[in-house]
């Protein structure tokens, strides 16, 4: 087996594409869709096009600011897009690509998961404050 230095080792990780790697851009990825609005905006989006107005009541307490940001970091990653109808007034809506399309199961089972086991996890979390009082 030949050896192989650690450059030719780094070059081999980026063509692979590793997240444990601090350099592996998968990292910004992951960065993106661990956060909460993320996640509640692609679940929004997957039953189909929605205006910003119907996202922002879907997702009870995401501010203005929060909800701008999320959807066009989104918008920039290729997961959403966006489209602008001229009429009176202008209609945006957004729909997610078939990228976004391919993470909604994904999504929508970790939203799933965590209200089907928030009971347990509010269990854990108040037996851990009373071990460690």
Request: glycine content about 6%; some cysteine.
């Amino acid at each position: 087996m030949p050896t192989t230095t650690a450059q030719q080792r780094r070059k081999h990780a980026k063509e692979e594409y590793d997240a444990f790697l601090a350099a592996c851009p998968s990292r910004l990825v992951l960065d993106r869709l661990s956060d909460k609005w993320v996640t509640l905006v692609l679940v929004a989006l997957g039953d189909g096009e929605q205006r910003y107005s119907e996202i922002a009541r879907i997702i009870a307490g995401v501010s203005q600011k929060m909800l701008t940001q999320t959807l066009r970091g989104l918008e920039r990653d290729g997961l959403v897009t966006r489209t602008v109808t001229p009429s009176v007034p202008v209609t945006v809506t957004y729909e997610l690509t078939d990228l976004g399309q391919s993470l909604r199961a994904v999504i929508g089972a970790i939203k799933d998961w965590a209200e089907q086991h928030i009971p347990q996890v509010e269990a854990a979390r108040a037996d851990y404050e009373r071990r460690t009082a």
